[in-house]
Every structure is written in C-alpha cells, then in structure tokens.
C-alpha cells in the first residue's frame, strides 16, 4: 500500500508560514493533484513529501512509516521538478538510464527499456545529446522519462509539462494519464494549470495560502466549488461572478433578474458558468448589450456588459451580432446558479 498521509505538517521559513498545520491522506494508487496560484505552497509542501525540504511539525508516513527522518532516496519515489536536475555531463541515453544502472538493471535491459521510455517521450532522436544541446522542453521531457523509467512506489511531479508548447503537453498529458492507468502508482502532481488538473486527477487539493480549501474529485470541485475562490479558478472562460443583492426571492444586480429561492440578502455573488447560457429572445435573465465575440473554433464567446455587470456564454460558432446592439442570454435546460457571500467567499447555495 503506497498510501502517503501528512498528518499535521507545518512548514515555515524563518517566522514566515509557508504551509499552516494540515493533514491530507494520498491513497494507494491515487492520482492527486496540488492546484493553486503561484506561492501557495504546491513546491512547498510536495519538497516535505519528497524529504528535500524539513518539516517544521507533523509527521509524513509513506507506506505506514514515519519518514520524516529518511533521505530522499530512501523513500521509493520518482520525482518530476521544474529545473529538470539532469547530470550535465551524460548523455539523454545515460540520464534515462541512470535510476536503472542505480538499481542494478543489466545493461541490455536498461538500454531496451530507456529507448522504449524515450519513445514514448518523442526524444529517440535525441539519445546521444548532453542537457546542454537541448531546449527547455526536451530537457523536460528528459526528467520525465528518467522518473518513469522505473517504477517506484510514489511518482511526485512538480509542473513537469510547464515548458512544453501547447500540442506536446496535451500529447504527454495523455501519455501520462494512460501510464498511470497502466501502472497505478501513487502520483502527487503539482500545477497551478486548472486544465491539466482536471484531466489528471482522480482528487484535486485545491490550495490558496498555504491550505487546501477543496479537496474533491474533479467532477466535484467543477459543479460544487466551495467558495469563490475555487468558483474562480476552475473552469475555462472561468465562471461568470456577478455582485449583487437577493430581495423578494430574486437576484438583482444591472441587467440580471434571477429567481432565487433564498431570503433577502445583500453582499451575494451569483455565480453560473459560460458553457451553461445560451443567446435567447428578449426579456431573458441577463439583458445588456453585446461587448465582444470571440471566435474560439468549436464555439464563440459571448459577452454582455450591463454597467458594471459583466457576463460571458459559450455560444455557437456560427453566432454573428453585431457589437453594442441588445443582447440577451438566458441559463440553458438544468444550468446550475451558485451563490456566495461577497465578504466571506463561502457558498451559499
Ligand atoms: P509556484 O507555482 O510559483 O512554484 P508554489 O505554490 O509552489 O508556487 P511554494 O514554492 O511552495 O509555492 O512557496 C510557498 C511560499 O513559501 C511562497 O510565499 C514562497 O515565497 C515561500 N518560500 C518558498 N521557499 C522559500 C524559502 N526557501 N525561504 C523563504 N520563503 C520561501
């Protein structure tokens, strides 16, 4: 059982609290991603995990022991960092090799297998470069292939599609979740990207300031954020955020007018995402005039402004209007309305 738990961990740098005390249990198998803005404590808190950063409190258990005192190799895990630690001096071939050649694989073996593993990373043109011959992607894709090259008990990857352009990471993307399909070892995956957390995680631990604020399935966090914050972050154009007040059982704010089975109430967001309006004739819930299209391909973004109301929906590609003329939009069949408090960010409905 390849389980991971922090159990109380706490971690600051001199009097600053990078981490405050919490506890998350990694379960066997699991896929777990750290999503969060820059400096929420993603590196942090999966540098304890990985022994190259101390503990300030707490205690980490991996496979049921306490290993807060062992060093990083002792701990049966492939790490993925953001600056690569490649050996400058071996070649492609001879950094994938290396956790093999550590492990006592023999040389046969270990050339079929770093081949097979560079394949899958589309670096077999490149076996016989030095780090320094290659470009920030390649050299990625290089400490990628070096972690799976094996299989240990815990894969920890910090951001390690960041630097591949847009069409690689999607192909590596899948490369990974089919590898762990394949082998169901423990991940725990750092990235502040929202997209790749979606499509990776069997959890996501939704991290601002140092906390988890969700911790949830995928599926979960995207139809049920728990507070603005999360509401904000997931989703793509993000979900439309709209300050108004709640008063006779409807939602008020400049050109919106949503029923609303709540009592009256001032200081409340409304929140629906843009995937769940649509264009509709007058008279619809949000009414203003049409600010901007922009064609995305499959679809069109369309955005409404009503004074300081602003609210997007993702529309057909062929929509055509022209812009500052009335629009209209309307939540479709089964849409969803999320409301928050302004002040404290917490869910409401
Ligand atoms: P990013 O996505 O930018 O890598 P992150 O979520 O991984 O960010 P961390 O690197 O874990 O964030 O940093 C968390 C907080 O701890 C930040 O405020 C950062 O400035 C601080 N921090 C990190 N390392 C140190 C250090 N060695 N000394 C002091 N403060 C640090």
């Given at each position: 059982m390849a389980e991971v738990r922090l159990v109380d961990i706490e971690k600051k740098y001199g009097n600053f609290l990078a981490v405050p005390q919490q506890s998350l249990t990694i379960e066997d198998g699991e896929f777990l991603v750290l999503l969060g803005p820059s400096g929420c404590g993603k590196t942090t808190t999966m540098r304890m995990i990985a022994g190259l950063e101390d503990i300030t409190a707490g205690d980490i258990m991996i496979k049921g022991e306490r290993v807060n005192d062992k060093p990083p190799k002792d701990r049966d895990i492939a790490m993925v960092f953001q600056n690569y630690g490649l050996y400058p001096h071996m070649t492609v071939r001879q950094n994938i090799e290396y956790p093999l050649k550590l492990r006592g694989v023999a040389k046969a073996d270990r050339r079929k297998r770093a081949e097979e593993t560079a394949a899958k990373v589309e670096l077999d043109a490149l076996l016989?470069?030095?780090?320094?011959?290659?470009?920030g992607g390649q050299r990625q894709r290089v400490a990628l292939a070096r972690a799976i090259v094996r299989t240990p008990s815990i894969f920890l990857m910090d951001e390690?599609?960041?630097?591949?352009?847009a069409k690689l990471r999607v192909t590596m993307r899948a490369e990974l979740k089919h590898l762990h399909h394949e082998l169901g070892v423990t991940t725990v995956y750092v990235t502040h990207d929202q997209m790749e957390a979606m499509t990776l995680a069997n959890r996501v631990a939704v991290m601002r300031e140092g906390r988890i604020v969700q911790l949830d399935t995928p599926k979960k966090i995207y139809a049920e954020p728990a507070d603005l914050f999360v509401a904000g972050f997931i989703g793509s154009p993000s979900m439309n955020l709209i300050d108004g007040t709640v008063s006779g059982g409807v939602f008020r704010a400049e050109g919106v007018d949503v029923p609303i089975d709540m009592p009256d109430r001032e200081g409340v967001v409304l929140g629906i995402r843009p995937e769940e309006l649509e264009i509709a004739p007058g008279g619809a819930a949000f009414t203003g005039k049409l600010y901007a299209l922009e064609l995305t391909g499959d679809s069109t973004l369309v955005t409404l402004r009503a004074g300081k109301t602003s609210v997007c929906a993702r529309g057909h590609a062929d929509f055509e209007a022209d812009i500052n003329t009335d629009c209209h939009l309307a939540p479709k069949d089964g849409a969803r309305f999320h409301l928050f408090d302004r002040a404290s960010g917490e869910r409401l409905i």
């Open positions: 016989e470069r030095r780090p320094s011959e290659l470009s390690p599609l960041s630097n591949l352009d």
